[in-house]
């Protein structure tokens, strides 16, 4: 909903309403209309968003769904080791992956994908509220929203699972820089993507090295049902000619 909401905002200027959205339907036949009469449609889209951004960040209560934890497990050293391995270009075969490894490896397959999610405005927002306890100088209610859309906008690309406690606390725990306490003061955009950058390489680092051996052990399974399908067959042998 709050990414629809964003993208109709950014194409008010074009009166590109998106098709997908109730509000969208209900304007279908006003899609040609011109830019005037459609104006207070994309207002009310705009006002209910900073409502549900200040209300998340701000800690009112409301009727949104609770959000599910993005915070990322990062595989073992173990699983590190062997994702290293590989892609220094370390010739490993199924054999130099044991079964636990691979079970294991399946399972930070499963915690990689949900940490991959695209994060939303709306965790965003939780995000920062968390945040906002930890520094000195959180914004007030009536620039909640548009902080946490500047935010958005820079740091969208970071997946979800990058946005989790050990960033928050890797943001407050920075020391002082020439005088200035950076981690006790609120981030800039830039500032917080450059610290979050690390957590999301980290995340699609597992994910190449858990993609890379499940690649493995499946080739080498097709290539074990192959072999198997070839020395099972049914033999066929020629019926001597009768002289």
Same mark, same amino acid.
């Given at each position: 909903?709050?990414?629809?909401?964003?993208?109709?905002?950014?194409?008010?200027?074009?009166?590109?309403?998106?098709?997908?959205?109730?509000?969208?339907?209900?304007?279908?036949?006003?899609?040609?209309?011109?830019?005037?009469?459609?104006?207070?449609?994309?207002?009310?889209?705009?006002?209910?968003?900073?409502?549900?951004?200040?209300?998340?960040?701000?800690?009112?209560?409301?009727?949104?769904?609770?959000?599910?934890?993005?915070?990322?497990?990062?595989?073992?050293?173990? =699983?590190?080791?062997?994702?290293?391995?590989?892609?220094? /270009?370390? @010739?490993?075969?199924? !054999?130099?992956? &044991? $079964?636990?490894?691979?079970?294991?490896?399946?399972?930070?397959?499963?915690?990689?994908?949900?940490?991959?999610?695209?994060?939303?405005?709306?965790?965003?927002?939780?995000?920062?509220?968390?945040?906002?306890?930890?520094?000195?100088?959180?914004?007030?209610?009536?620039?909640?929203?548009?902080?946490?859309?500047?935010?958005?906008?820079?740091?969208?690309?970071?997946?979800?699972?990058?946005?989790?406690?050990?960033?928050? =606390?890797?943001?407050?725990?920075?020391?002082?820089?020439? /005088?200035? @306490?950076?981690?006790? !003061?609120?981030? &800039? $955009?830039?500032?917080?993507?450059?610290?979050?950058?690390?957590?999301?390489?980290?995340?699609?680092?597992?994910?190449?090295?858990?993609?890379?051996?499940?690649?493995?052990?499946?080739?080498?399974?097709?290539?074990?049902?192959?072999?198997?399908?070839?020395?099972?067959?049914?033999?066929?042998?020629?019926?001597?000619?009768?002289?």
């Amino acid at each position: 909903m709050l990414q629809s909401f964003a993208a109709q905002s950014e194409n008010a200027g074009a009166c590109l309403p998106n098709a997908s959205t109730p509000a969208a339907t209900s304007h279908a036949g006003t899609r040609n209309a011109p830019c005037a009469a459609r104006t207070p449609w994309l207002h009310q889209s705009e006002n209910a968003e900073n409502t549900l951004l200040q209300a998340s960040f701000s800690g009112t209560p409301h009727t949104s769904p609770a959000l599910q934890s993005t915070r990322y497990t990062p595989a073992t050293p173990a =699983l590190r080791a062997v994702f290293a391995a590989r892609a220094a /270009g370390v @010739p490993l075969t199924v !054999r130099d992956v &044991s $079964p636990d490894m691979m079970e294991a490896i399946r399972q930070q397959w499963g915690l990689v994908q949900h940490a991959l999610q695209p994060v939303t405005e709306l965790h965003v927002a939780a995000w920062l509220k968390k945040l906002s306890q930890l520094v000195t100088n959180p914004p007030g209610a009536e620039t909640a929203a548009s902080q946490c859309r500047a935010i958005f906008e820079v740091c969208g690309d970071i997946p979800s699972g990058a946005w989790g406690r050990d960033a928050r =606390l890797a943001w407050a725990r920075q020391p002082p820089r020439n /005088g200035y @306490p950076t981690g006790a !003061r609120w981030p &800039s $955009p830039n500032e917080l993507r450059t610290l979050l950058l690390p957590f999301a390489e980290t995340i699609r680092r597992d994910a190449e090295g858990c993609r890379a051996l499940l690649r493995l052990h499946s080739q080498s399974d097709a290539t074990l049902q192959s072999t198997i399908s070839q020395t099972t067959a049914p033999q066929t042998h020629a019926t001597p000619p009768v002289h």
